[in-house]
């Protein structure tokens, strides 16, 4: 029997992936390897949203020749968004990679390894096959990732990810319930159901409010999540639905970007700073005590010092639980990548610091306000630092750490928040 393993980088769509890879693998014999020496076979499943994360797996195949030279007989594949798109340039740059294979076809992996074909194989035609019956294979035994849709229709300037996921295809209703029962019976407590934008979902019948009511009605699931969401698409009926549907968590992420409407227009965001605004407070009116997350850019082409202050005094009204933040990367293949870079490297850097500073305070206001709160958590594991400390999440995605045994490992039990920092709070168990 073959081993494998199977090395991910980048979001959670590729981390669920990569589950369903495994478990693809699994079913046709193969063995998960402990490390990248004692497998077979050695997976990249890549990432391409930013150049660094295209070095990054480059670096690593490098590793994997070295490896490779001493264990001859040993193969090397890369699949995912990058296999997507740079195809056979990978082997320009990597002549030892056995397989490169895109987001479409990656679970036709075990075929093209077991057919023993001379020469490097390349296939990244879109055209997603599901393989039915299959619980993607995952870490956390309580918690899981569930594709509900791919790829995204929304073309921002500066996403890479319409081209390398290609357009939007959400998988029925009936199929999603189902998958999520048969995770049930696996022992999942908690699913984050993923897409690039699952606000669009739609099977042909049902939209997105449809499938979470279902989800929440028709499985026996104890707490449900999702992500990512496009805030064009966030509906009053989907608000209607995480206020009256007790398994719905009490989070949102809500990518916002920028403060700017003229950097909204040139990243083709479709909405305004108002707008945006008006769905916070909306969805704050609705959800008592919702978590608010976010990601945003600076130092997008042309943004001007007073563009990059309305993007904090955006994050100063709006005070987001927690947020994502980067600084404008071009990507090769995107409408953005036309225009001029012209915000120099230093001064993205300032733009990035200023506002990292500026989210840390709020994310340690916004959890004092937690203090002396009692909130329901699913204790997903132990703290790194002890075996008696367990961690969890609770209902707002917040990580809190407490000690209490490690029997109660995969129960959802209520804490009372003792203290907290901007990244974690403390609690003690209550029942
Ligand atoms: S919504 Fe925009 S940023 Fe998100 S995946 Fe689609 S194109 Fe990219």
Known sequence: MKSYKIVTF???????DSGSLA????????HPAETEVDADIVILNTCSVREKAEDR????????????????GKKIAVVGCMSQRLGERILQRAPYVDIVLGTDRMLELPQYVDDGAFGAQVHTEFGYEEIDGLVPVRDNKFAAFLTIMRGCNQYCTYCIVPYVRSEERSYPLEKITFQVNQMVQDGVKEITLLGQN??????????FADLLRAVARNTDIKRIRFMTSHPKDLSDRLIDVMATEPKMMAHLHLPMQSGSNRILRRMGRI?????????????RAAVADIAISTDLIVGFCSETEEEFQMTLRAVEEIRFDSAFMFRYSPRQGTAAYRLPDDIPDNEKIRRLSRLINLQKRISFEKNQEELGKSRSVLVDGCSRRSQSVLKGKTGGNKTVLF????SLIGAIKTVRITSADAWTLHGELEN
């Open 10 to 16: 980048g979001c959670q769509m590729n981390l669920a």
């Open 198 to 207: 699952v606000n669009s979902y739609n099977d042909g019948r049902h939209d």
């Open 57 to 72: 797996v480059f670096g690593r195949l490098g590793e994997l020749y070295g490896m490779k030279k001493m264990q001859p």
């Open 23 to 30: 478990a693809v693998l699994n079913a046709r014999g193969f």
């Open 403 to 406: 000690t209490g045994p490690e």
């Open 271 to 283: 909405y305004t700073y108002e707008h945006f605004l008006n769905l916070i407070h909306k969805m």
